[in-house]
Every structure is written in C-alpha cells, then in structure tokens.
C-alpha cells in the first residue's frame, strides 16, 4: 500500500536576522529542537515543498543549530490520498474506518490498513511524547509572520500526526492501556497549543489559527477516551489536573490584529465566532471531566452544576454565546451540557444546534440528541 507523506503548502522566506533566536534556549531543553525533526527531509516532489524545506532551514539557523536534526524522515504518513487516479468508493471507505479508528478502541483484526498507518507513524508518536518531555518549547518566527504577509504553513503535518495520535489512543484503550492513551492525547494537545505563539508569546496569526483548529480537534479526541477508558476516580482526577496546566488556547483574535490589522469586518466577526465556538468546547469538555470524576466518587451525577464547586470545579463554565453559565441536565444513565451556540438559540442541546456534549452517546433518534 502507498504511503504519501502529507503535504505542506509554503511560501518563500529568507533566513531571520542575526539576534532573532530563540538560542538563549539549551537545544537539549528546546522541544522545538525535536519538533523540526518532522518535517527535516521529504520524498514528494513538488516545488512547494522547496520553500519547506528553506524555511525549516531558517528555523533551524535562529534555533543555533547547525546540522539536520535526524537522517530519517518522520514526518506523519497517509495510507491512501485523494487524487484524480484513486477509487473514491474505496477512499471514502477508508476515511470511514481512519474517523472509527480515531473514535472507539479497535485492534489489528478490525482495522488493518489502519494498524499499518499508525506503525508507518511509530517513530513520529515516539517523537511527540519525547518533546512533551521537553521542559520548553520556542520556536521562532519568520519573517513572514511577523510582518503577517502571506501563508506560513511548514508545521501543516501537526494535524495528521494528531490524528494518528488518535487513532493510537484508541488502540491503546483496547489493550488496556488507557494512561498510555491518555498522556498521548495530552501531549499532542500541549503541542499543538505551544506553537500557536514564538518566544515571548509573540503572535503568529497562521499558528494561532492551526494551534485553534487541531486543539479543537483534540477535545473529541479526549471525550472519546473518557467514554472508552473505563477511568477510576483518581485516574479521571488526574486527568482534570492536566486540562488545568495545559498551555492557554490560542488567541486567534488578537494574533489577527497584531498580523493582520486591515482584515475585513466579515473575517474578524468570523474569527471572533470560531473562537468563542472552540473555547467553548473546551470549557464543555472539561466540565465533562469533571462530572465523571463526580459520578466516580458520589454515585451518580449531580443535579445541578453548582454542586461540583469548589471540589470538581473553581467555577461553572461561562456560555460565550449568551449570559450566565453553561446549561446542563441529568438524563438516564447520563447528562447533557450545553452552550446555546452562535445562533443564540436554546435548542436543549441539540446537536448541530447548540454546542453540546453528551453521555452517553444515543441514536440520532434519541430527544436527548434531536432536542425534540
């Protein structure tokens, strides 16, 4: 089976100035360092991935390194890629069972192709977890994004690596491995969020909105381990503990102002939205934790949200969309949290409708899920 490495869409950079490194940094202590490492070296041939490769060069420069940071391409690897000679029954088959892969635990007998993707990618997951055990991560800016011109967009395989991550962790869970799986999808996320800025917090707009998108990706990621992990209360403790001391989301709207300060109307109101819309999910999929940890100690989940503060939660979650806190309801077996959404509209939850977290998961059939 062919595996293509993903493709990263460039444009030409010089090399930063003299005194713009992140050097007063120890390599050995840069997770940055080993985050170039993904992206070192390529096989495709594009002229694209030229300007990739000069600015990984640049980076590396204001980084004080002076060799390639590894001899072996690790950069995340797709089994199948959408082009004009593909069977697209076959690849609408595959991306069927790459999304189950990312969802519920699986092994080598359910999902073949996808156990062959997630080894092609070993050496990059092994990668992830040795820079979250970096003690920083700062990556310089180029040229380009200080001065918000054009699409800085070399870190692209961030994404698919995150979703072998996935895909990995669900793995894990089915082999009763659901720390493993856990500090996976943690360090993916803590990644993902270290890159949204350069070195003093520095905004980097195309970061900001990458960092944005994947970190947002990733809250599924985690509900669908709480839903499959089978966590003890301590283990779940644990859990909330790391969404506390994870690196702050990024700020999309200000990385646009400082970049890109005569973006139209239309687009500011949009990234304002889509922030308030990943922000919330957040907050939801931390409140999700956070009554699990309830219904592990107590006995079932609470009535209302204000009885998980002050020993579950500092604070019940805000709703960005409209005044006052989150909604929640108890249902059979579960609960539904929600935020009414861009729309305004309280839809009890709904799905597609409000921003919504359920457990357990029920048959789109299901009022609790319809909002009917």
């Known amino acids: 089976m062919t595996t293509l490495a993903a493709v990263l869409l460039c444009l030409p950079c010089a090399p930063p100035a003299a005194g713009e490194a992140a050097a007063d940094i120890p390599p050995d202590r840069n997770g940055a360092v080993l985050f170039l490492r993904f992206f070192e070296e390529t096989t495709e041939r594009s002229e694209l991935l030229e300007t990739a490769t000069r600015q990984r060069r640049a980076l590396r420069v204001s980084l004080g390194l002076k060799t390639p940071g590894g001899s072996v391409p690790v950069a995340p690897k797709r089994d199948f890629q959408p082009d004009h000679r593909v069977d697209w029954e076959a690849f609408k088959q595959a991306n069927e069972r790459f999304l189950q892969a990312r969802t519920r635990p699986w092994t080598p007998a359910d999902f073949p192709d996808v156990e062959e993707w997630v080894m092609v990618n070993r050496s990059a997951l092994d990668l992830l977890r040795e820079i979250d055990r970096r003690p920083e ?146 907050e939801l999929t931390a409140l999700a934790f956070a009554l699990a940890e309830y219904r592990a100690r107590r006995g079932e989940y609470p009535d209302r949200l204000d009885a998980l503060v002050p020993d579950f939660l500092l604070d019940i979650p805000a709703d960005s969309f409209a005044e006052g806190a989150v909604r929640y309801r108890r249902k059979p077996g579960g609960f539904v949290a929600w935020s009414v959404g861009p729309n305004g509209i309280d839809d009890r939850g709904a799905v597609f409708r409000d921003i919504s977290v359920h457990f357990p998961i029920r048959p789109d059939s299901d009022p609790d899920i319809s909002g009917e």
């Open 137 to 282: 991560f700062a990556m310089p800016l180029l040229p380009e994004e200080r001065a918000g011109e054009g699409r800085v967009t070399w870190w692209r395989p961030l994404r698919p690596l995150c979703e072998v991550a996935e895909a990995e962790a669900m793995r894990l869970i089915a082999v009763g491995r659901p720390t493993e799986a856990w500090d996976l999808l943690d360090a993916a996320d803590r990644l993902a969020r270290r890159l949204a800025v350069g070195p003093g917090g520095e905004p980097a707009m195309d970061r900001a909105m990458a960092s944005q998108s994947i970190s947002g990706m990733l809250t599924w990621g985690k509900r669908d381990w709480l839903r499959h992990a089978g966590a003890d209360a301590d283990m779940l403790a644990r859990c909330r503990a790391d969404l506390t001391t994870l690196p702050a989301a990024a700020d999309v709207p200000a990385a646009i102002a400082a970049r890109w300060s005569d973006a139209p109307e239309d687009i500011r109101k949009m990234v304002v939205r889509d922030a308030k819309d990943i922000g919330v999910r957040h």
